[in-house]
Structures are given as structure tokens and as C-alpha cells.
């Protein structure tokens, strides 16, 4: 699984890795394909004593955040002129502003709904895992309607569909890959919708009695732990996918995926193309 292909979606680009390569290709205002290419070894290459199930999957969830924030910046600021561009003091604020964001409308709000709406630890959990999803859904339903992230999500779709023609072993033109499905199991959202489900199960397991904040406190600390978790059911499912029984245990979260992934046209799969060549 370690050289398998992994990718994501960035400002005008793609980003794809494999082994101890990373490239981010973008494209440029001018219409021209730019490309960075660099050199990334993991921690759990640097130091295989920490390759092991959970730890390898909390290591990995804050190294693929970190790489996510630097590449989007990175890409948001080639999209844009000169002038334009953001500064060091720009980037450290959107990080912090989408930090937030994230935190109050994914944990917080669920969380102050479900617990003074509901009782019972149990049923408190369910309902902190059902209106988050339902939140997540309104969300991306409601950002699909917006320019700048319909183009994003078509770059999204991009990836899926070069990933999964490279993974058939087929000659990668824009033909081809048009071709391809949208969904791939390995997918960030369907690793968001494996946390909000895990969640339930770690949760439940906080007394009622610690209080509000204290419990909140408490559910931030458990989200690397949980996102652990998520990381080895998620490469167990792409892994052993052609079984019907785990395709049918994925299902939800590849239904997801029909959320923020959009048919991309033929300049984007050429995006998605280049930048999986520089790794491959």
C-alpha cells in the first residue's frame, strides 16, 4: 500500500504522490501547466519501528494535513497574479480562520445541539454523529453551488479518474481516463465520513458527567486517535474492495464522493495526467 498512488485536489491543479515523490501541477492564468516537483519521505519510511497499525494512521493524518495546507497555498498562490498572491500573514490567517471554521461547525455545533437535546450517553452520540454528517452534506451541497469549488471538485474528479486508469494499467490519454469512474475507496471523504461513524464508538465512552467543555476537551484530544482508526479501516477497505461485503461496508462513503467530485474537462485530466507522471 505504501506506493500506491495518492492525489488531491488543489487551487486550478492536482497533486499526486507516490513513494517519496510529490508533484503539484497546476494550472496557470496564462493557461500554460506549471509543475512542482519534490522529494517526501514519510515518517513511517524514515523510521519503519512507527509503520505500525494506528500509530502509522495519526502520523499520516497530520503529515497529509500538513502537505494539504502547503500544497493549496502553494497552488492558490500560482493561480493568481503577482500582485495578488498571498503573503505569510495571509496564509497563517486562512489556516486559522479555516481552523476554526472546521471546529465549530463539525464539532462544536453538533455537539451543543445533541447534548442539550438529547439523553443518555449513547443516543447523545448518535445524534452528535448523525447532525454532523447531515451538516457535512449541507456544506459541500452548499459550496458545490459556487464557482470557485465546482472547479475544484471537477479537479477532484480529475484524480479519481487518472488514479483508477493508472491503477487499470491503461495508457493515460484523455480519452481513457474520461472514461474512468469517479469514485476511488482510498478518498479523503470517504476517510472524513470512517471518523464521523468511529466517533460514535469513542465517544460513548466519555462519562455524561465531565461536563460540556470538559467533554469537547476531551473529544478534540481523541480526533488523532480516532483519525488512526479511520486511516487502517480505510487502507484494509481499498485493499480486499473487490470483496462484495466490503464494497458493501464502503458504500456510504463512496456515496459521498458523488458530493465533492465533478466530471472534469479534458485541460483538467491533462493536469491530472502531467502531475502523475512526475511521480510514476
Not at 479519481?160 to 474520461?178: F, P
Request: proline residues 3%; contains cysteine.
Amino acid at each position: 500500500m505504501k506506493d500506491r498512488v495518492g492525489g488531491l485536489a488543489v487551487v486550478e491543479g492536482v497533486m499526486m504522490r507516490k513513494g517519496d515523490k510529490l508533484c503539484t501541477t497546476v494550472r496557470k492564468p496564462n493557461g500554460k501547466i506549471f509543475s512542482k516537483t519534490i522529494k517526501h519521505k514519510s515518517l513511517t519510511r524514515k523510521y519503519p519501528y512507527l509503520d505500525i497499525p494506528i500509530i502509522r494512521g495519526v502520523l499520516n493524518f497530520f503529515e497529509f494535513l500538513g502537505i494539504s495546507i502547503k500544497e493549496t497555498i502553494w497552488s492558490t498562490n500560482e493561480s493568481l497574479e503577482k500582485d495578488e498572491q498571498l503573503g505569510v500573514k495571509e496564509a497563517i490567517l486562512m489556516i486559522l480562520l479555516s481552523f476554526l471554521i472546521a471546529l465549530g461547525l463539525f464539532k462544536l455545533l453538533p455537539w451543543f445541539i445533541a447534548s442539550f437535546s438529547f439523553e443518555g450517553n449513547l443516543l447523545v452520540n448518535i445524534a452528535d454523529a448523525i447532525i454532523k454528517t447531515s451538516i457535512f452534506v449541507l456544506y459541500l451541497v452548499v459550496l458545490g453551488r459556487l464557482s470557485d469549488t465546482k472547479r475544484l471538485f471537477e479537479y477532484h474528479g480529475a484524480e479519481h479518474k487518472t488514479i483508477n486508469a493508472y491503477e487499470k494499467k491503461l495508457k493515460l490519454t484523455v480519452s481513457n481516463i474520461k472514461k474512468q469512474s469517479l469514485i476511488n475507496p482510498r478518498c479523503g471523504t470517504t476517510f472524513v465520513v470512517l471518523v464521523f461513524v468511529l466517533s460514535i464508538f469513542f465517544y460513548v465512552l466519555i462519562p455524561g458527567h465531565f461536563g460540556f467543555w470538559n467533554n469537547f476537551a476531551i473529544r478534540i484530544v481523541l480526533l488523532p486517535l480516532i483519525a488512526g482508526f479511520s486511516y487502517e479501516l480505510l487502507i484494509f477497505g481499498s485493499k480486499y474492495y473487490h470483496y462484495r461485503i466490503v464494497q458493501f461496508l464502503m458504500a456510504p462513503g463512496l456515496w459521498f464522493q458523488k458530493l465533492t467530485t465533478r466530471e472534469p474537462d479534458s485541460s483538467q485530466i491533462e493536469v491530472a495526467i502531467q502531475s502523475l507522471k512526475k511521480v510514476t
